[in-house]
């Protein structure tokens, strides 16, 4: 078997399975998280629905960089726009401090904090978003849940 990275992502690995915002309403979140051959990525294929309306989604790989020792992200957003992240772990919670280049070329900046709940839910909250040098409120925490 050839070498792997997979033991530097084993705290990541309860994302691992599909999952869907635990809510009841017009929109919802979904993710679908699987590792990669060899286990050297997770990768997370994510989707926001508005009424039955994809509105936001794309793929993130997620991997382990050797050279800074801490896992870093790379997404590609389905409208054309790409973001990279590092990932920073503090007990249950992750710190994914992101860059990304809109599909127009402006340049957004946030924290994702992505807290472990329990095996079957984690909540995911961006905060600390700016839009080209001008800051965004932040993001309501959102829930996510496994599908059974």
Do not use: C
Not at 66 to 85: C, D, P
């Amino acid at each position: 078997m050839p070498p792997t990275n997979a033991t530097h992502l084993q705290d990541l690995a309860f994302l691992i399975g599909d999952w869907t915002e635990d809510v009841d309403k017009g929109g919802a979140a979904k993710a679908s998280y699987a590792w990669a051959a060899h286990g050297n990525f997770l990768v997370n294929t994510f989707e926001l629905t508005m009424h039955d309306v994809s509105i936001a989604g794309g793929v993130q790989w997620i991997g382990w960089d050797a050279a800074g020792k801490h896992a870093r992200s790379w997404a590609f957003l389905f409208n054309g726009g790409v973001a990279e992240a590092v990932w920073a772990k503090d007990g249950n919670t992750w710190k994914i401090v992101l860059t990304a280049t809109m599909r127009d070329g402006k340049q957004m900046t946030a924290t994702n904090v992505l807290t472990k709940i329990d095996a079957d839910h984690f909540s995911v909250q961006f905060i600390d978003r700016t839009l080209d040098g001008q800051p965004l409120p932040d993001e309501k925490a959102v829930t996510m849940k496994r599908v059974m």
